[in-house]
């Protein structure tokens, strides 16, 4: 199961029946992903097909079912979790292959078949966007920018530490930036415009151009950007600008503790979260904490 660092878009949806059936998907990964990270893949497979019963249409929601069905021995869900990944664009043919928590799927006659439907995935997928190679190095940036943060010894850092990581990829992103603009999705995939994201995300010494990057997601055209990534990007150039964050993503140690940075109308929080599809910041307080939040 790939590492999700970031919730999964939910579409915006204008009836309020929609809007709750897409909350409770949402609560239903939330149950998953601590079934998973706790080691209960049967309890965590269930959930996953809770999820998926409620609405749930992200890729990446299916890849991740498929996973935990697989580690819980559900094999014939775990093929069908994944044909369902496919259909909705999963194009990942790397993560595909080398996720162990697939292993019990490759010995099986219909993996074969699935590696067929992959690999036409991932060329259909590559023929869709408008720069393959400026993907692959936005890609590969965010690569070592993970590395970095997690004091991993590849040979890209040899040398470097995190702040130096962040300057070199700042100044390339200016560059990007300056040459076609902001990386949307029809240019360099969903991923490729993600890795940018998490790029300028970093680029904490450049407040200015953080914010213009904020600007010009801000006026992608409808499809282009992913909302989290717009909400994530909104709460770090307000909080560099020493403003108030609003949709409660930034955290810093105060006399000791991981808390929340100032926010603004906190008592609005779990609604602004939920226009964009985060999830709640109570979940996302426990999961940064360990804590049960509870309002002063």
Known sequence: MKPILFAAVLAVLLGHGELAWAQSAAAFVREADQHYAAGDYGPSSYAYDAAIA?????????FNAACSAALAGRIDTAFTHLDGALE??????????????????REDARWARLLVQANLAQEKFLASIGDVELRSELLEMARVDQAARRGEAIPELEGRDMNEVDAQHTARMKEIVAQFGWPTQS??????????????????????????????MTAAEPGEVDATDVAYLTDRVLVNEGKLQIYGTQFWTQDGEL?????????NVEDRRA???LGTFADYYKLMTGQVWTQD
Not at 88 to 105: I, S, V
Request: net charge negative; with cysteine; aromatic share 6%.
């Open 54 to 62: 409620a609405g749930a249409k992200n890729p990446t929601t299916f």
């Open 88 to 105: 909705r664009g999963f194009h990942d043919l790397e993560l595909l292959n080398q996720d162990t928590d697939l292993t019990a799927l």
């Open 187 to 216: 240019l360099v995939g969903e991923d490729g415009a993600r890795s940018a994201w998490l790029l300028v995300q970093h680029a904490d010494l450049q407040p200015g151009f953080q914010r213009e990057c904020l600007d010009l």
């Open 259 to 267: 808390q929340p940075r100032p926010m603004e109308d906190p008592t």
């Open 275 to 277: 226009e964009v599809g």
